[in-house]
């Protein structure tokens, strides 16, 4: 089964968080296409709607969402996700991946479109240490 890094981003209180997705909830990705939603159940986030928005494989390859399919292919860019142009007019012949996430992947990005009950930030706080009773 592939494991994925999943960057988190909450747009409401400008923090990412990252998830390393193993399992159940990496298989939750597989098969999906960048800008679909999934329900954040199955990261364990209940009430909340998530958003695929972008992903990267082992190689550093990005993957474009108006790409369809699994595969790699080099493009002739001028513009968008893969190349940013440093002059006008610039084009350059780029390796990019589909939009459809397989198990090539290593990180994917997200984000929050719909909020739960329970606040994002407690899902990610260290639990609070009780203070254990001093020996005499």
Same mark, same amino acid.
């Given at each position: 089964?592939?494991?994925? @890094?999943?960057?988190?981003?909450?747009?409401?209180? *400008? &923090?990412? #968080? =990252?998830? /390393?997705? $193993? *399992?159940? @909830?990496?298989?939750?990705? %597989?098969? =999906?296409?960048?800008?679909? @939603?999934? $329900?954040? !159940?199955a990261l364990g986030f209940s009430? #909340?709607?998530i958003q695929i928005t972008g992903?990267? /494989? =082992? +190689?550093?390859?990005p993957a474009r969402r108006d790409?369809?399919? $699994? *595969?790699?292919?080099?493009?002739?860019?001028?513009?968008? +996700?893969?190349?940013?142009?440093?002059?006008?007019?610039?084009? &350059?012949?780029?390796? %990019?991946?589909?939009?459809? %996430?397989?198990?090539?992947?290593? @990180? %994917?990005?997200? =984000? &929050? &479109?719909?909020?739960?009950?329970? /606040?994002?930030?407690? #899902?990610?706080?260290?639990?609070?240490? $009780?203070?254990?009773?001093? !020996?005499?």
């Amino acid at each position: 089964m592939a494991d994925f @890094q999943v960057i988190l981003s909450d747009p409401r209180a *400008g &923090v990412s #968080y =990252k998830i /390393d997705a $193993t *399992g159940g @909830q990496a298989g939750a990705f %597989i098969g =999906k296409s960048i800008g679909e @939603q999934i $329900t954040g !159940e199955a990261l364990g986030f209940s009430g #909340y709607s998530i958003q695929i928005t972008g992903a990267t /494989d =082992k +190689t550093g390859t990005p993957a474009r969402r108006d790409l369809p399919g $699994t *595969g790699r292919r080099r493009l002739l860019l001028s513009e968008g +996700t893969g190349f940013h142009p440093t002059y006008n007019g610039q084009r &350059v012949r780029k390796s %990019i991946r589909g939009s459809e %996430i397989t198990g090539d992947f290593v @990180q %994917i990005n997200a =984000k &929050v &479109v719909e909020y739960g009950g329970k /606040d994002l930030k407690s #899902y990610f706080e260290a639990p609070e240490e $009780t203070e254990a009773p001093a !020996e005499a």
